[in-house]
Structures are given as structure tokens and as C-alpha cells.
């Protein structure tokens, strides 16, 4: 894999963190609310389907996570945080 290419791995942590800003950005949520809600809906949809990508078997932990939609805890077992 060149430096350019992104892992799903790699990619799923993207999504999450992204997740993660949208949430955190209440100007966003107060200045358009309906708007913000359609961009955690379309992150939330990148999220399954890079899930989804994933070479199987996922490990236990991250297939917990990502089912039960822990995502905070996702992104913490992909940052090494939760190993």
C-alpha cells in the first residue's frame, strides 16, 4: 500500500472522527438544525458501509462496538486506545 492509499481501517477512523466533530459543532446544529441532522445521517451511512468493507473476521471488540454503534469506543480500539 503507497502513503496516498487509505486502509478501511484507516478510513473507518476517518468517518468516526468526522462523526465526532459534527457533533461537537453547535454553531452548525443551532444556525441549521436540519442540515446538521443530514450530515450526521450521511457520516452515520459512511460509517456502515466502510463497516461493512471490512476484512472479516473483525476482531470481537470492534465488531461489538460497531454493532452496538459505540463509536466513541470504536474510534478508541482503532486509535490503539482500547487494545
Known amino acids: 500500500m503507497s502513503s496516498a492509499e487509505v ?12 462523526r465526532v466533530h459534527l457533533i461537537a459543532d453547535r454553531d ?23 463497516s461493512d468493507s471490512l ?4 476482531d470481537p471488540r470492534l465488531a461489538h462496538y460497531l454493532e452496538r454503534c459505540s463509536f466513541d469506543k470504536a474510534l478508541a480500539w ?3 486506545q482500547g487494545r
Open 78 to 80: 482503532l486509535d490503539g
Open 7 to 18: 486502509s478501511p481501517a484507516q478510513d473507518l477512523a476517518g468517518a468516526l472522527r468526522e
Open 55 to 58: 476484512p472479516r473476521p473483525l
Open 28 to 50: 452548525f446544529y443551532q444556525r441549521d438544525p436540519a442540515g446538521h441532522l443530514a450530515a450526521l445521517q450521511a457520516v452515520s451511512a459512511k460509517i456502515v458501509a466502510i
